[in-house]
């Protein structure tokens, strides 16, 4: 095996890695998923929701509501972990003065209700004015 052969069998162990991890964490998420809608159930008649034989649409709009609420936790976690990992500091777009960017949360209307995101913010002292730093230059 010459150097370029272990260069791409690492690669390939790393992938394999990656995607055996990303099986176990499908599982993970298939029983999560399972017991989260096992409790939904039990839920829906501790509260009295659902009792004897309810309308239909009262059982899809319970379990579409546990959709959503589900949809909101993974947008707000995918965006705290952009904002996380985005540089500190951001030229300002008006003058480019470097500024140090702070997390701010904004509350947003997402197709599955509202949420509230972290996003990094800019305060530049010479224009006076706060900006969103432009995460398409940072390699986001
Ligand atoms: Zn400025």
Redesign the pocket.
Known sequence: MDGREAVLAGKNSSAAADSAKAEKLRERLDRLLREAADVEVELSRADGTIKGVPHYSLIEGRAHELGKQLSREVQQRQMNELAASHATMAK?P????R?ALRPQNRTVKSVDGDTTLQELVGD?P??R?S?FPDTRAAGL
Do not use: E, S
Request: overall charge positive; charged content about 20%; some cysteine.
């Open positions: 300002c008006q003058c480019g003065t500024c530049c010479r224009c004015r900006f």
